[in-house]
């Protein structure tokens, strides 16, 4: 058991509290503080199994089948690291990812707004992103939940784009795993909304 009595949470957020770890440098706890909301009226598999952690099996689902395929685009993902108890709850323990002063890597949302819109900087954003979601899709890694504050240009990998949450698929039958057709529509919905306000 992990107390984290003591320490001051790095980030709030309304689904998690983050946490530096307190016995790995390199890593961050992640500590669910939502609710899960039910939008059915029989409860699904995974959520009577793994109730408000059903996101992080699908996170380490995913991960793991990037890892089986040994693709080189998981460099694009932040690691995932395991679980731990801890005295707040379940915590997920994942890669502590940095900018350029130490401090958590900023996120792609907060880089976005400091840019003026249409500036040469913001073009050359977008084309990071562009370039972020080609390596996800040629590594076949489906993140179901990307938004601009689930990306983070992180040091460990040279200043790249990083997913950091939200991997795998929400649905239950998760067509993208198995459909060519169904992963590159479901890519180039993600393109145009990604894409965006640049």
């Known amino acids: 058991m992990i107390d984290l009595s003591g320490h001051t949470p790095l980030r709030d957020s309304n689904n998690y509290k983050i946490y530096q770890h307190p016995e790995i440098e390199g890593a961050l706890l992640k500590v669910r503080v939502d609710e899960p909301v039910r939008n059915h009226i029989f409860p699904r598999y995974a959520e009577r199994r793994y109730g408000s952690l ?7 689902n995913e991960y793991l089948a990037a890892l089986h395929r040994g693709c ?10 395991g679980y731990a108890p801890t005295s707040e ?12 002063d130490g401090d958590l890597a900023p996120t792609l949302k907060s880089e976005k707004a400091a840019l003026e819109k249409g500036s040469d900087a913001r073009k050359k954003l977008k084309e990071e992103v562009i370039e972020l979601l080609n390596d996800l899709e040629r590594g076949r890694i ?3 939940d990307m938004g601009p504050e689930n990306i983070v240009r992180a040091q460990e990998r040279g200043g790249k784009l990083v997913v950091i949450d939200g991997l795998g698929e929400r649905v239950l ?3 993208t795993l198995f459909s ?4 590159q529509k479901s890519n180039e ?8 306000g640049y």
């Open 72 to 81: 080189p685009e998981i460099e694009r993902l932040a690691r995932f690291m």
């Open 54 to 60: 059903r996101q992080w099996n699908r996170e380490a």
């Open 180 to 183: 060519d057709w169904a992963f």
């Open 89 to 100: 709850g379940p915590g997920l323990v994942v890669e502590k990812l940095t900018g350029p």
């Open 142 to 144: 489906i993140v179901g």
């Open 189 to 196: 919905r993600r393109r145009k909304r990604m894409t965006r």
């Open 173 to 175: 039958f998760p067509l």
